[in-house]
């Protein structure tokens, strides 16, 4: 009986979210994303879809309405796992042909086929709950009431909408309120601003230098990270002081997109100069690691371990990254591994070590811990804190606790990022030069293709090497191979109709791409 009147609800509802003509979306790497004004069937639909994966997983789900950096008249929308994360990617076929679904009837057939695949308690019987998000795009606010329909024509189901969010808040909400813990967006600025606190006061006396500089001045993209950096300056007056001219000589500048989970920093060396030192995603994973890998020395210094090291600590990268972060890393004496590129591949593989740092050089990236590790240095903190407390270990215990407190273990965070670097800094005593000489960058460029048909390139060994069309990859290697101190590899985007060209310098020297990579 309840599947009878959930089928007819569902019918009546998607009627009125016709799909526009001549369209054909995509789930990509970023969820669904087009300009706002033809979207309102899609994200309907992606309620639908939500609803049901809440049902699937008996647990809440997220949805966020934005499309980044775009253009203010794009919008776009994407769902998050019980977990924080990216939604699971066996269900991609499934949100493609939901979205292109022509008409209400094939939806339902669609719906229908799908909860019995996959066994989804559907027609009353469970409760689904949807957490919704959105930037400040002026399309959002059509664009959630969408999303609110399509998730009640699934019954069962209620929207709860936690409105105007960054990406990594929403995220960071859906993991929370799954594990049973407060979350909301004060309890999110709130954890963040303690456990930045925390690893300020924990800064070492002795780094502590008149000379350093306080201000920062963080450019928000008029996205929605600019405001909540605004409630954020309330909570810790001191980080953040805004204002952004000629006065910028030298200073350390953050810049966010726009909605907020991705982050880089940068430098302007001179009055007269036009470019800027972009200090990317792959220099702050490398502060991250630096800071890490110190508090883990010291830690574990006494350890008796028969050379084993005691805790897994992992870098993850794409192919993106610059050869000479890499290079740096790997003599730190770190594991670098490479995924594709795209947040889910590297998050993935960072959440398999005991501590996983991924980023990927445009910014995105975070520090994840794993449940294990983290219950481990509890432990290991409280009998510090009986036995020496205030000692170095128990300060470098604190301190990792901090840091998996501030950065989101969701997903990557512009946010958190900033307060973590900033802490890091203070806690070396490093300007942002002296952070940026860490290592020097490998020249690169990037150039984007036009082509008829995106995927008829297919790569493998982390996107560096083409398997199809074939002989392509061997036209690649002839053209690089006139350039010895250069690399070279093509991919299809995962969010533009275009295929994506890189080009590097190599690092001086006999290693092999692999090496690098
Ligand atoms: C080279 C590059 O910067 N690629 C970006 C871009 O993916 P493409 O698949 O390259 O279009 O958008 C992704 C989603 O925002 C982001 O994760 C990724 O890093
Ligand atoms: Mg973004």
Same mark, same amino acid.
């Given at each position: 009986?309840?599947?009878?009147?959930?089928?007819?609800?569902? *019918?009546?509802?998607?009627?009125?979210?016709?799909?526009?003509?001549?369209?054909?979306?995509?789930?990509?790497?970023?969820?669904?994303?087009?300009?706002?004004? =033809?979207?309102?069937?899609?994200?309907?639909?992606?309620?639908?879809?939500?609803?049901?994966?809440?049902?699937?997983?008996?647990?809440?789900?997220?949805?966020?309405?934005?499309?980044?950096?775009?253009?203010?008249?794009?919008?776009?929308?994407?769902?998050?796992?019980?977990?924080?994360?990216?939604?699971?990617?066996?269900?991609?076929?499934? &949100?493609?042909?939901?979205?292109?679904?022509?008409?209400?009837?094939?939806?339902?057939?669609?719906?229908?086929?799908?909860?019995?695949?996959?066994?989804?308690?559907?027609?009353?019987?469970?409760? /689904?709950?949807?957490?919704?998000?959105?930037?400040?795009?002026?399309?959002?606010?059509?664009?959630?009431?969408? /999303?609110?329909?399509?998730?009640?024509?699934?019954?069962?189901?209620?929207?709860?909408?936690?409105?105007? *969010?960054?990406?990594?808040?929403?995220?960071?909400?859906?993991?929370?309120?799954?594990? !049973?813990?407060?979350?909301?967006?004060?309890?999110?600025?709130?954890?963040?601003?303690?456990?930045?606190?925390?690893?300020?006061?924990?800064?070492?006396?002795?780094?502590?230098?008149?000379?350093?500089?306080?201000?920062?001045?963080?450019?928000?993209?008029?996205?929605?990270?600019?405001? #909540? *950096?605004?409630?954020?300056?309330?909570?810790?007056?001191?980080?953040?002081?805004?204002?952004?001219?000629?006065?910028?000589?030298?200073?350390?500048?953050?810049?966010?997109?726009?909605?907020?989970?991705?982050?880089?920093?940068?430098? @302007?060396?001179?009055?007269?100069? =036009?470019?800027?030192?972009? =200090?990317?995603?792959?220099?702050?994973?490398?502060?991250?690691?630096?800071? @890490?890998?110190?508090?883990?020395?010291?830690?574990?210094?006494?350890?008796?371990?028969?050379?084993?090291?005691?805790?897994?600590?992992? =870098?993850?990268?794409?192919?993106? &990254?610059? !050869?000479?972060?890499?290079?740096?890393?790997?003599?730190?004496?770190?594991?670098?591994?490479?995924?594709?590129?795209?947040?889910?591949?590297?998050?993935?593989?960072? &959440?398999?070590?005991?501590?996983?740092?991924?980023?990927?050089?445009?910014?995105?990236?975070?520090?994840?811990?794993?449940?294990?590790?983290?219950?481990?240095?509890?432990?290991?903190?409280?009998?510090? &804190?009986?036995?020496?407390? !205030?000692?170095?270990?128990? #300060?470098?215990?604190?301190?990792?606790?901090?840091?998996?407190?501030?950065?989101?273990?969701?997903?990557?965070?512009?946010?958190?990022?900033?307060?973590?670097?900033?802490?890091?800094?203070?806690?070396?005593?490093?300007?942002?030069?002296?952070?940026?000489?860490?290592?020097?960058?490998?020249?690169?460029?990037?150039?984007?293709?036009?082509?008829?048909?995106?995927?008829?390139?297919?790569?493998?060994?982390?996107?560096?090497?083409?398997?199809?069309?074939?002989?392509?990859?061997?036209?690649?290697?002839?053209?690089?191979?006139?350039?010895?101190? !250069?690399?070279?590899?093509?991919?299809?985007?995962?969010?533009?109709?275009?295929?994506?060209?890189?080009?590097?310098?190599? *690092?001086?020297? #006999?290693?092999?791409?692999?090496?690098?990579?």
């Amino acid at each position: 009986m309840g599947e009878e009147k959930q089928r007819s609800l569902l *019918l009546d509802s998607a009627s009125r979210f016709p799909l526009p003509h001549g369209v054909r979306f995509s789930y990509g790497t970023a969820g669904f994303r087009s300009e706002g004004s =033809i979207l309102v069937s899609t994200v309907y639909r992606a309620g639908v879809l939500a609803a049901l994966r809440s049902l699937k997983t008996g647990s809440a789900i997220g949805l966020t309405i934005t499309a980044s950096h775009n253009p203010v008249s794009d919008n776009g929308v994407k769902i998050a796992d019980p977990d924080g994360g990216m939604m699971v990617q066996r269900w991609e076929p499934f &949100a493609d042909a939901l979205a292109n679904a022509p008409d209400s009837e094939h939806l339902l057939q669609l719906v229908v086929q799908f909860v019995e695949e996959e066994n989804i308690p559907f027609g009353g019987v469970q409760s /689904a709950e949807v957490l919704l998000g959105r930037d400040t795009r002026p399309s959002g606010e059509a664009l959630l009431e969408a /999303a609110k329909h399509g998730i009640n024509a699934i019954i069962g189901a209620v929207a709860i909408d936690m409105g105007v *969010l960054t990406t990594p808040q929403l995220h960071w909400m859906v993991r929370s309120r799954n594990k !049973g813990m407060e979350a909301s967006e004060s309890d999110y600025l709130a954890q963040l601003s303690k456990s930045f606190r925390c690893l300020m006061n924990l800064v070492p006396r002795e780094r502590i230098t008149d000379s350093l500089d306080t201000e920062l001045v963080v450019d928000g993209a008029n996205g929605v990270g600019g405001d #909540k *950096l605004e409630q954020l300056k309330k909570m810790k007056e001191k980080v953040v002081p805004s204002g952004f001219g000629p006065e910028g000589v030298g200073i350390r500048c953050a810049s966010l997109d726009g909605d907020a989970d991705r982050l880089v920093y940068f430098l @302007i060396p001179s009055a007269s100069s =036009i470019n800027i030192d972009l =200090i990317d995603g792959d220099k702050i994973l490398s502060l991250f690691a630096v800071f @890490i890998k110190e508090q883990l020395d010291v830690l574990y210094k006494d350890s008796d371990s028969n050379n084993k090291p005691p805790v897994r600590l992992g =870098i993850v990268q794409t192919a993106y &990254a610059n !050869g000479a972060s890499t290079a740096y890393l790997k003599r730190l004496g770190l594991e670098v591994v490479f995924t594709p590129t795209g947040v889910k591949y590297l998050h993935k593989k960072a &959440a398999e070590y005991d501590i996983g740092i991924y980023f990927e050089a445009n910014g995105h990236g975070t520090v994840l811990f794993s449940e294990n590790f983290l219950s481990g240095l509890e432990c290991r903190s409280n009998e510090l &804190a009986s036995a020496s407390s !205030g000692s170095e270990q128990h #300060k470098a215990a604190l301190r990792l606790l901090a840091v998996s407190q501030l950065i989101n273990q969701a997903v990557g965070d512009a946010l958190s990022g900033l307060l973590l670097v900033e802490a890091i800094l203070q806690h070396m005593g490093w300007s942002i030069r002296r952070w940026n000489e860490l290592y020097q960058d490998l020249p690169s460029r990037q150039l984007k293709v036009k082509v008829a048909d995106r995927n008829a390139v297919v790569t493998a060994s982390a996107e560096t090497q083409v398997v199809s069309p074939s002989g392509l990859q061997e036209l690649i290697d002839a053209e690089s191979g006139k350039h010895p101190l !250069g690399r070279c590899f093509i991919r299809p985007s995962g969010t533009e109709d275009i295929i994506r060209v890189k080009l590097q310098e190599r *690092l001086q020297g #006999k290693q092999k791409p692999e090496q690098e990579l």
